[in-house]
């Protein structure tokens, strides 16, 4: 057993901190967020640039709010699959890590993530830090060298013990083939020595993992018992040696987890100022590895007698038109198609669209061109386009372009039934904060819109131009116009970490006062005598983009409700195409640890299409 270090679970000061701060400013005080690093052997896409963007929201809320902000991210560079495609193009590993990490780094700029670290696993000052972790975790008996005995998938290079290898039939659940009996040396990280303290972690801090769903599946998965884990590979070479043992290459999996505390310099003594940063605030990802953030990665942290994480974050995934991303479909949202709906709507207005309608909750997020152009439309547009445009013009052609005050005759501001400005721009700026210490980044936006949304109303209703026709109630149509512009000001300040590029020129114009976001935010920054100009913020876009038509082949994929609920397809390649989609339907639920029924029922689906694939062909040969 590793010897069993003290005890750092419920509460560290930091923490402690964080989570009676409230709406109030932060002060200084460190808070470190991390996106996963992303496989090298990918390429981005909409999932990466969601989790970054997420991520970046957060850390700009964060910094606005007066802490000492950190976000890193970067990329995983090792493993079989980058030195199998490195093979395949006749070039070395480090060439192509090198090529691919600088596409995700590119894809981070061009999307604005403001990211202070960007870790690489290829590095030497990564890589040295691996080797100390895992000699540590050797020195306190946390790691020993066993024998796995087993079925071995050669397709998916997935070990499975008797017990999960009986329940598929000793089949590979992706190509159907045979496993194999295998038997495999590797070094282990005893994971189940840690059961007791996993579940105290999560019985005392239930918002360990958010979303709750994400809390309860960890939890239930906990309860049936902690395995070892293999922390070494000897099949490929392209990775970080174990050391003292060069047969051994540590896996891909500690590899990465480690990058968090070695882009700190946590196992060399800690970089100057950066080991402050730790434990970390969050860690941003897509739910399909939240079992390795949220179980192992805490024991190992135990094991090397280090705090673990504040939080852990895990986002569902995005789907379109009401199906599953796919390569095999030609729906799959990368990078150029991101592009083309930034090129037509501008980076800030999709960065509002993944915020408000991404899948930050438990549930995944349909992305629609359609969404896209109403979302735009009617909340960026119509709303704070339209109120700030025309509280300028009016601003404008009534007192020449110079801001008026909101003082009646006897000094006192003019105040109108039903607006409580005051109070309600305290009400937004708490609610924006409340909602991102709950990494509800969706809430922020709404509680942020609330100011504008009252300013509309507030035109509406009074009908300045009407006013402005009677010269008795001057004082009046300048009080309307100052507290339309001021609580416009305050949206800006608002939705400026979500919006930074176009709020930072309203705000060019609509001045307040520096400070923390709650300083900013609060009611009477904006100073009369302020020069007012014309401006567009967004211009209108016409029509949306083409909806995704998915090409023949995807359509005969398409999903069926159970396997014997569809009509069967009449020839070999609807047959194929219906193997290859249900087959990738699997690989996600595996990926995503998806539950055993669930995955087993996907598995039978994927057994009847094979056996009428296999009937086809007979057909076609006889």
């Known amino acids: 057993q590793p010897r069993r270090p003290s005890r750092r679970l419920a509460t560290y000061p930091r923490a402690a901190a964080a989570a009676s701060s409230s709406a109030s400013d932060g002060a200084g005080r460190p808070c470190y967020v991390t996106t996963p690093i992303y496989y090298v052997n990918d390429k981005p896409h909409i999932g990466h640039v969601y989790t970054s963007t997420i991520a970046d929201v957060y850390c700009r809320y964060q910094r606005a709010r007066g802490m000492d902000v950190r976000l890193q991210t970067g990329t995983d560079e090792h493993g079989l699959k980058v030195e199998q495609s490195a093979a395949k193009r006749g070039v070395d590993p480090q060439l192509l890590a090198d090529e691919n990490s600088a596409a995700f780094r590119g894809a981070m700029d061009k999307v604005e993530i403001s990211y202070d670290k960007f870790v690489r696993t290829t590095s030497a000052e990564h890589k040295a830090q691996v080797q100390e972790c895992v000699r540590r975790l050797q020195a306190c008996d946390a790691v020993y060298l066993g024998t796995f005995e087993g079925w071995y998938d050669e397709g998916q290079e997935e070990y499975y013990t008797e017990m999960n290898a009986a329940e598929l039939d000793y089949k590979s659940p992706i190509s159907g083939k045979d496993m194999v009996r295998a038997t495999e040396e590797n070094y282990y990280f005893r994971l189940s020595a840690f059961q007791e303290r996993i579940e105290e972690l999560f019985r005392e801090r239930p918002g360990f993992v958010h979303p709750s769903a994400r809390y309860n599946e960890m939890l239930s998965r906990i309860k049936g018992g902690l395995n070892d884990v293999p922390i070494s590979r000897t099949n490929f070479t392209w990775g970080v040696p174990m050391p003292g043992d060069g047969k051994h290459v540590i896996y891909v999996w500690i590899d990465a987890l480690l990058n968090y505390i070695t882009g700190l310099g946590m196992l060399e003594g800690g970089a100057a100022g950066e080991s402050k940063y730790w434990p970390a605030s969050v860690h941003v990802m897509a739910k399909e590895i939240v079992w390795f953030h949220s179980v192992i990665w805490p024991a190992v942290l135990m094991a090397l007698d280090m ?58 997020a349909n992305f629609s061109a359609g969404d896209v152009h109403t979302a735009y439309t009617a909340e960026l547009v119509n709303t704070v386009g339209n109120c700030a445009a025309r509280t300028a013009a009016m601003v404008t052609k009534y007192f020449g372009g110079e801001l008026p005050g909101e003082a009646g005759a006897g000094g006192a501001p003019l105040r109108f039934e039903g607006y409580d400005w005051e109070a309600d721009a305290l009400s937004a700026a708490e609610g924006v904060c409340s909602a991102v210490d709950s990494l509800d980044m969706r809430g922020a936006a709404a509680s942020a819109m609330t100011m504008v949304n009252k300013v509309d109303i507030f035109i509406q209703q009074k009908e300045p131009f009407m006013i402005a026709k009677d010269e008795s109630r001057r004082e009046e149509l300048a009080a309307i116009l100052y507290q339309a512009a001021e609580a416009i000001r305050i949206t800006a300040v608002l939705l400026e970490p979500i919006l930074p590029s176009k709020m930072a020129v309203l705000l060019g114009q609509f001045k307040g006062p520096e400070g923390t976001l709650m300083e900013r935010a609060a009611w009477g920054g904006l100073q009369p005598g302020t020069k007012l100009e014309k401006l567009m913020l967004f211009p209108r876009v016409d029509e949306p983009l083409p909806e995704f038509t998915p090409p023949p082949a995807a359509e005969a994929a398409a999903p069926e409700p159970a396997a014997d609920a569809a009509p069967l397809p009449a020839t070999v390649d609807e047959a194929q195409a219906l193997v290859d989609e249900q087959a990738g339907l699997v690989r996600a639920m595996k990926a995503a640890k998806a539950e055993k029924e669930e995955v087993m029922a996907a598995v039978e689906i994927l057994k009847a299409r094979k056996a009428n694939l296999a009937t086809l062909q007979e057909q076609v040969v006889a």
């Open 307 to 364: 705090p673990v994480p504040e939080t852990v974050y895990a986002h569902a995934f995005w789907i379109r038109d009401g199906r599953k991303m796919s390569k095999s479909l030609g729906n799959f949202v990368d990078l150029p198609t991101l592009d083309t709906y930034i090129e037509a709507y501008g980076l800030d207005a999709m960065r509002y669209y993944l915020v408000r309608q991404g899948p930050q909750g438990a549930n995944d």
